[in-house]
């Protein structure tokens, strides 16, 4: 069974304070590993697909890193409107398409 | 270019009534999926589908069942609501191709329930 676990399930930074947020995960044979960003009231809006070790994705001030057990999102000098929900999901190769979903981390970004 | 359309945004129900959620693509996505996110949870799937008249079930099918006709429709049945059902829905789909093309999720906004 798939398995994703996130941390920290919070995380409060100052406006241009850069960290990170963590994906772990286990699954049989990785499709892909997704990140998503939702805000209050949303639905899940799509970031990034990480498809091997190694590989990395960026957009705008947000980068994913991927290893062969977690994944990072990496968040350099961030902003107020960074804050938001993000999610992380991996789909195995045999699960047709089917995502297994973390519980997310809440980032907020305070001025 | 709209998406996922879910409809209704919110509903009320009382318990042992039911209700359909419905959900609607039009980026000819051959994936469609059914989730529920209790509050600070993460998503999780109720059914899926891979096309046209092929519905399985996911991790959380108890009370719900599914049909998807055409390609752009896939909508939820809830039978005898429960308040165990209260939730936020959300219908996603996506294009899962051989190989690498396969992309992340478009979601539709949601439908808030609540069962009394």
């Known amino acids: 069974e798939d398995q994703v676990t996130q941390s920290p399930e919070a995380l409060r930074l100052q406006e241009g304070e850069s960290s990170s947020l963590n994906c772990s995960y286990t699954?049989?044979?990785?499709?892909?590993l997704f990140w998503y960003r939702q805000d209050p009231g949303k639905g899940p809006e799509f970031l990034f697909t990480?498809?091997?070790a190694g590989e990395e994705k960026e957009k705008e001030r947000l980068k994913a890193t991927l290893t062969k057990k977690e994944s990072f999102l990496h968040i350099t000098a961030p902003k107020p409107e960074d804050s938001a929900t993000y999610l992380c999901a991996v789909q195995g190769n045999t699960n047709a398409g089917k995502s297994t979903f973390g519980d997310g981390t809440t980032l907020t970004v305070k001025p | 270019n709209a998406g996922v359309t879910q409809t209704p945004k919110f509903r009320i129900l009382k318990i042992g009534q039911s209700m359909t959620l419905q959900c609607a693509q039009d980026?000819?996505?051959?994936?469609m999926y059914w989730y529920r996110q209790d509050p600070g949870m993460g998503l999780k799937l109720i059914y899926y589908?891979?096309?046209?008249?092929?519905?399985d079930k996911g991790e959380v099918p108890n009370g719900y069942n599914v049909s998807r006709s055409t390609t752009e429709d896939f909508p939820l049945r809830l039978e005898l609501a429960a308040p165990s059902q209260t939730s936020v829905y959300f219908c996603?789909?996506?294009?899962?191709?051989?190989?690498?093309?396969?992309?992340?999720?478009?979601f539709g906004s949601g439908t808030r329930l609540t069962v009394v």
């Open positions: 699954v049989s044979g990785l499709r892909g």
């Open positions: 996603a789909s996506s294009y899962a191709g051989t190989g690498d093309t396969n992309y992340g999720y478009t």
């Open positions: 980026m000819n996505h051959n994936y």
């Open positions: 990480l498809y091997s």
């Open positions: 589908s891979v096309g046209a008249g092929i519905t």
